[in-house]
């Protein structure tokens, strides 16, 4: 039986993807900052355990409860949105610690166990503001452009080891709490100071007319998929939104 530890299973994307490879008769390893019940399926193949994908010791412990894992998906990540003016250092910092560094730490500690068994699979969620020119996303598009750079340099030198490593690109979706959570850095009126407040409302109405939208299933699918893709593809769209950005790009 394969195990897959996947970060950020709290809730959207990470959720539904570790309720996918439980489906599908895998052993899940579903980490989360703040483990609550009733979440995720209770069973023997499905484990809940904490982590902050900032702590060391946190990882460390991780790893060690975990045991030999088949696949690590970084799913974890802090949303932000506003303009660069607007948002504090201290934001743009937590979003690079969780989004980009906790991304390189978690890899890290796992690739010990991949080289020296030479199998394993590291799938990093970036999004798909990677795809396109979007608005007030500055930050956090920043933090996940870095990790597709650092998954494209990573493979290369997994390669050898018969260690793959993939991105998955996920568009927007209705029914995840990213927006509330993205806005939580600072109040509206910092986050979009008053001369930018012209250009913002006009950048999001154009958002809200959109009629592509993600699934959170749609992750969880692509994610399967690029789990067991051996043909050396490294991004992977997911969702009607991020597969046509992919397209027109």
Same mark, same amino acid.
């Given at each position: 039986?394969?195990?897959?530890?996947?970060?950020?299973?709290?809730?959207?994307?990470?959720?539904?993807?570790?309720?996918?490879?439980?489906?599908?008769?895998?052993?899940?390893?579903?980490?989360?900052?703040?483990?609550?019940?009733?979440?995720?399926?209770?069973?023997?193949?499905?484990?809940?355990?904490?982590?902050?994908?900032?702590?060391?010791?946190?990882?460390?412990?991780?790893?060690?409860?975990?045991?030999?894992?088949?696949?690590?998906?970084?799913?974890?990540?802090?949303?932000?949105?506003?303009?660069?003016?607007?948002?504090?250092?201290?934001?743009?910092?937590?979003?690079?610690?969780?989004?980009?560094?906790?991304?390189?730490?978690?890899?890290?500690?796992?690739?010990?166990?991949?080289?020296?068994?030479?199998?394993?699979?590291?799938?990093?969620?970036?999004?798909?503001?990677?795809?396109?020119?979007?608005?007030?996303?500055?930050?956090?598009?920043?933090?996940?452009?870095?990790?597709?750079?650092?998954?494209?340099?990573?493979? =290369?030198?997994? !390669? #050898?080891?018969?260690?793959? /490593?993939? +991105?998955?690109?996920? &568009?927007?979706?209705?029914?995840?709490? %990213?927006?509330?959570?993205?806005?939580?850095?600072?109040?509206?009126?910092? =986050?979009?100071? !008053? #001369?930018?407040?012209?250009? /913002?409302? +006009?950048?999001?109405? &154009?958002?809200?007319?959109?009629?592509? %939208?993600?699934?959170?299933?749609?992750?969880?699918?692509?994610?399967?998929?690029?789990?067991?893709?051996?043909?050396?593809?490294?991004?992977?769209?997911?969702?009607?939104?991020?597969?046509?950005?992919?397209?027109?790009?």
């Amino acid at each position: 039986m394969k195990t897959v530890l996947i970060t950020g299973t709290s809730s959207g994307y990470g959720r539904e993807t570790a309720r996918h490879f439980h489906a599908q008769g895998w052993r899940v390893i579903a980490s989360m900052r703040t483990p609550r019940t009733g979440l995720l399926p209770e069973s023997d193949r499905l484990r809940v355990v904490e982590l902050d994908v900032t702590e060391p010791e946190s990882i460390t412990a991780v790893f060690e409860a975990a045991g030999p894992v088949d696949v690590l998906v970084n799913n974890a990540g802090v949303p932000s949105m506003g303009v660069l003016e607007g948002t504090p250092m201290a934001r743009v910092r937590e979003v690079f610690e969780t989004n980009t560094f906790g991304v390189m730490a978690m890899t890290q500690a796992v690739l010990p166990q991949f080289r020296e068994r030479g199998s394993g699979v590291v799938v990093n969620v970036t999004s798909s503001v990677v795809l396109g020119h979007m608005p007030l996303s500055a930050v956090y598009k920043a933090s996940k452009m870095a990790v597709e750079g650092f998954t494209a340099s990573l493979a =290369l030198e997994l !390669a #050898p080891f018969g260690v793959r /490593a993939k +991105t998955v690109e996920p &568009g927007a979706c209705l029914t995840t709490n %990213f927006a509330a959570r993205a806005t939580s850095g600072g109040s509206p009126d910092e =986050l979009v100071p !008053a #001369p930018y407040a012209p250009w /913002a409302r +006009t950048a999001m109405a &154009g958002f809200a007319g959109q009629d592509l %939208f993600t699934e959170e299933s749609d992750v969880a699918e692509t994610v399967w998929r690029a789990v067991h893709d051996t043909t050396g593809q490294l991004r992977f769209p997911a969702g009607a939104d991020a597969v046509w950005l992919a397209q027109a790009k």
